[in-house]
């Protein structure tokens, strides 16, 4: 039979000295009747402080981690339209091309006008909606079509030509011309009513006279008026047709996708010719009305043969479809592309017309560059959530803990007295942490009613551990201090044995953890292409952390030598409260080691949040000036003399430079070549312009010494004796070259070199150069002022200018989209609710240590210590732990990005071109190292106020115990 021994009696049935045990009607027993239950309520009213903490840093925790997820989710649906919206226009939309097959028969001039052939628009219209589907119809904008002629001479009814300089003409019949324009004189092209004869340009051929609009710069440089009558001369077999003028428009918006698709629409536009060189050219457009009218009187088939059948065999026709960005969202991804897939197989759509007809877009590609951008932004955020987890978790244990050590007498007391371990458990976690469980839980019901969006399963696990962790870290401190109750260890073996044993642990600890911070960096490394692709890696996630962890390992360790150090220096001084303040500080142990983790881990996540947000605004500035060129750039037709004079004359403008831009370049040598963006300006005036910019450089343009080109280039190009530069149809030789690093500019998502040329050498060899673009240094308000000019025409006296981009309006452009606005706001949160656990971090350091320092104080007291003077001895105890570890985390937050640089790509955020670098960032180290002594300082104020009005009766017993 087996004797049961009841806690606190000996074998022989004689009470252990030093014990008390509890009877059944002992009020301060643990009663056999008093559940666990009833025994938490008790410890939750007896401790409510660190219970009110636990819950609500566990709530607000909780609600953070589903809060974020969820806004994600919606900014990844606001973030399709956003990439669409910022793509050209040519790639926004779905287009279709109709090209004729090359016309066999001869035209035949004819007096008999007919109708001509039927438009196929509508047509292949119902065919492309019945392809597309209902669901991705509803995604398209307004759509248009068009049919345009081949480049023709533009006369009078006599055949002279309107003006001498060799200008061409397109026919384009259009659709939805009135609702882009605004009518300067005259108004919108109707069907023809009447007709003419083409004597003396074509005897015998009589056509419908085609009413047509054309942009009022190209009717003045025409010198044409509403009313004139015109004739439109083809080249080649073709016979001629009649046009009248009907109106002339300005384009309501010329940035508006509506006029990419033909840029000689909003004016004379510079066309290369295939002969090489340019020439310039212009557009007339009729009504979608006219289609069989125009194609008639080009192609005429022969009376004979009778009416032609199918599409008109002399205008190409097109069909544009464009994306509304405000009705898209991430589920309509995947059915755009099987759209896409679906128009280059579909069998009904290539029998819409007797030619074949060819999809046009750039779809693909802005959905593949709007999905990099969703993986990146998780990437981004999973380091906040993985990071605020991490730190919650310190905290919420360290709380838990410090709650539990504050009622460690308690402990003893219930435990002598027989409660059962669960009892304990009951009454000191149940009291403690566990109202954090259900009020984490709580916390996110609001959330998930309040807040639009979504959250995976992930979400629910981080959110289930903020939630459990203080109570398995109640749980686990318990058990510690009631095994060390009932665990004799006094003897001097046993002491020996369990410093070892802790040794052990704490080596085979440390070690653990830099073996697993070093496999964290080195599984980023190897797995960033993966991860920056958007597989999710909690692992790669918590990186920064385990390496703060492991930094926090050293500080711990290294810690007492400095302070030990400050501590001999102190000796040397009068008064004792700064030398026993640092040498107790230098004697940090278990009871601060947690606290000190906790403020590396909080200090690393302040400084990564820090480092990333500067490394995204340099390099959203750097990008900015890298696509526009210059402060302020001013595009314009042509840029004289007099219009620079004019620019430099308004308020707030520095500088300008007269430049010749060109992106289509091409430095080529041998079979190499390399497309460049050819800037030609005054080299000296140019690098005084971008003096102080990320644009500035530091090379000059050497003298010419040849017959070609010197020119100063930016990296990455080709480079041989045979060097040419291809521009505008011509090719010219160069010289020599010098290379600039500074010379880096962005197109279409990209970064392409720059050739800058003097230029009035590239006008001498290229006759056709002119200037076309005003470089502009200003001020703030100056440079929106010329952004924000109603009618950008007005900058100038000629009145020829296009279009206003500023660098402040390009980076407006990129932060104002969905992703970096959720990365700005997630990080801005999240550096908030960091700084708040790192406060709390150092308060706790102080709770932990303040019995030892209010122990030392009543002694010291005895002593003669002044009134003032336990304030002092905290001060110098804490505050170099908390500089210390500050400063440590600081550092591992701001060398993290370059760390986990192989998954970052901060190119969404930025507006650049993809993978900019992750340098260090100095000024985030130091700023989160201040703000962490700054927290540091502000706990010490705190708890001196809280202790000064602190109850008598703590105090009396603070003594007692001393």
Not at 201 to 216: F, I, K, Q, S
Not at 372 to 398: D, E, Q, W
Not at 715 to 733: F, I, K, Y
Request: overall charge positive.
């Amino acid at each position: 039979m087996t004797t049961r021994h009841e806690p606190g009696r000996h074998e022989s049935g004689r009470h252990e000295p030093g014990r008390h045990v509890a009877s059944r009607h002992d009020p301060g027993g643990a009663s056999p009747g008093l559940g666990a239950r009833a025994l938490a309520w008790r410890g939750l009213l007896a401790g409510r402080a660190p219970a009110v903490v636990l819950a609500v840093l566990a709530a607000v925790t909780a609600a953070y981690l589903v809060v974020t997820p969820r806004v994600e989710s919606v900014a990844v649906d606001e973030a399709v339209g956003d990439a669409v919206a910022a793509a050209p226009a040519e790639a926004r939309e779905i287009g279709l091309r109709a090209v004729p097959a090359s016309l066999l028969d001869v035209p035949v001039p004819s007096t008999t006008p007919g109708p001509g052939p039927q438009p196929p628009f509508e047509r292949v219209d119902a065919t492309f909606r019945d392809v597309v589907g209902p669901e991705v119809q509803r995604l398209l904008g307004t759509p248009s079509w068009a049919a345009q002629s081949d480049s023709a001479t533009i006369a009078h009814p006599d055949g002279t030509p309107l003006n001498q300089d060799g200008s061409l003409a397109v026919v384009r019949v259009q659709s939805g011309l009135s609702s882009h324009v605004r009518w300067a004189a005259g108004g919108a092209p109707t069907a023809p009513t009447t007709t003419r004869s083409l004597a003396p340009v074509a005897r015998g051929h009589v056509t419908a006279v085609v009413p047509v609009a054309l942009a009022e710069s190209t009717a003045r440089a025409w010198h044409v008026e509403v009313g004139d009558a015109l004739t439109l001369v083809p080249q080649g077999r073709l016979t001629p047709l009649a046009l009248v003028v009907s109106g002339t428009f300005v384009a309501t918006d010329p940035s508006d996708g509506f006029w990419k698709a033909e840029p000689r629409m909003t004016g004379l536009a510079a066309i290369e010719a295939s002969q090489g060189g340019v020439i310039k050219e212009g557009a007339v457009v009729a009504d979608a009305a006219s289609y069989g009218a125009v194609s008639d009187g080009l192609s005429r088939p022969d009376p004979s043969t009778g009416q032609q059948a199918g599409e008109s065999p002399v205008l190409t026709s097109t069909w544009r479809y464009p994306l509304e960005a405000g009705r898209l969202v991430a589920a309509d991804v995947p059915r755009l592309r099987r759209v896409l897939v679906r128009l280059d197989t579909d069998t009904r759509l290539s029998s819409a017309t007797s030619t074949p007809l060819d999809v046009t877009t750039g779809l693909a590609s802005v959905l593949d560059g709007y999905e990099a951008s969703v993986a990146s932004v998780r990437v981004m955020t999973s380091f906040a959530t993985a990071g605020l987890t991490a730190l919650a978790a310190l905290v919420l244990a360290l709380t838990a803990v410090v709650a539990v050590a504050r009622r460690r007498a308690e402990v003893r007391l219930v435990r002598a007295r027989g409660a059962s371990l669960v009892q304990l458990l009951g009454q000191v976690v149940g009291g403690t942490a566990l109202p954090a469980l259900p009020l984490a839980l709580l916390a996110v019901v609001p959330v998930v009613l309040l807040v639009r969006g979504s959250q995976g399963s992930g979400t629910w696990v981080q959110v289930a551990l903020v939630a459990v962790v203080p109570a398995l870290a109640a749980a686990v401190a318990v058990l510690v201090r009631v095994r060390s109750l009932e665990h004799d260890d006094s003897g001097k073996e046993a002491v020996r044995r369990a410093r070892l044993v802790r040794t052990a642990r704490r080596v085979v600890a440390e070690l653990a953890v830099l073996a697993v911070a070093a496999a964290a960096v080195g599984t980023v490394r190897a797995r960033g292409g993966e991860i920056a692709a958007g597989r999710t890696d909690w692992y790669a996630a918590l990186t920064p952390v385990l390496v703060a962890v492991a930094a926090a390992l050293v500080v711990l360790r290294v810690l007492p030598v400095p302070v030990r150090a400050a501590a001999r220096v102190a000796s040397r001084r009068r008064g004792l409260v700064a030398f026993l303040g640092l040498a107790r500080a230098a004697r940090t142990g278990a009871t601060a080691a947690l606290p000190v983790l906790a403020v590396v881990v909080g200090a690393a996540v302040l400084a990564l949040f820090a480092a990333l947000t500067v490394t995204i605004g340099d390099q959203r500035e750097v990008s900015a000036f890298r696509a526009v060129g210059a402060e302020v750039r001013v595009d314009a037709v042509r840029v004289d003399a007099d219009d620079a004079e004019a620019l430099a004359s308004r308020p707030g403008v520095e500088s300008v430079v007269r430049a010749y831009v060109a992106p289509g370049a091409t430095l080529v040598s041998g079979r190499r070549a390399t497309p460049v963006v050819v800037v030609g300006a005054d080299p000296a005036e140019y690098a005084r312009l971008l003096g102080g910019t990320p644009l500035r450089m530091d090379t000059a343009v050497p003298a010419s010494t040849g017959d070609g080109l010197t020119l100063l280039v930016g990296p990455g190009t080709v480079t041989g004796d045979d060097l040419e530069l291809a521009l505008r149809g011509s090719r010219v030789p160069v010289d020599r070259v010098v290379v600039d690093p500074a010379l880096v500019r962005l197109g279409a998502g990209r970064e392409v070199p720059a050739v800058l040329a003097p230029l009035d050498r590239l006008t001498e060899l290229v006759p056709s150069v002119q200037p076309n673009t005003a470089l502009v240094a200003a001020d703030t308000s100056a440079a929106e002022a010329l952004r924000t000019l109603r009618d950008p025409a007005a900058a100038t006296p000629s009145g020829r200018v296009t279009g206003v981009d500023t660098v402040a309006a390009a980076e407006r452009r990129v932060s104002g989209r969905a992703l970096p606005s959720l990365v700005a706001g997630t990080y801005l949160a999240g550096a908030l609710l960091a700084g708040v656990l790192t406060l709390l971090a150092v308060v706790l350091l102080l709770v932990a240590t303040r019995p030892e320092r209010a122990a030392l104080v009543i002694r010291l007291r005895t002593m003669g210590l002044p009134h003032g003077g336990e304030r002092a001895l905290a001060w110098t105890e804490v505050l170099p732990v908390v500089a210390l570890a500050g400063l440590a985390g600081a550092v591992v937050g701001a060398v993290a990005p370059s760390l986990v640089a192989a998954a970052v790509d901060l190119a969404p955020f930025t507006g650049g071109a993809p993978r900019p670098p992750l340098p260090v960032v100095p000024p985030a180290a130091v700023g989160a190292g201040a703000l962490v002594i700054v927290l540091g300082a502000l706990a010490l104020v705190l708890d001196a106020a809280a202790a000064r009005r602190g109850r008598l009766a703590d105090h009396l017993r603070t003594g007692d115990t001393a």
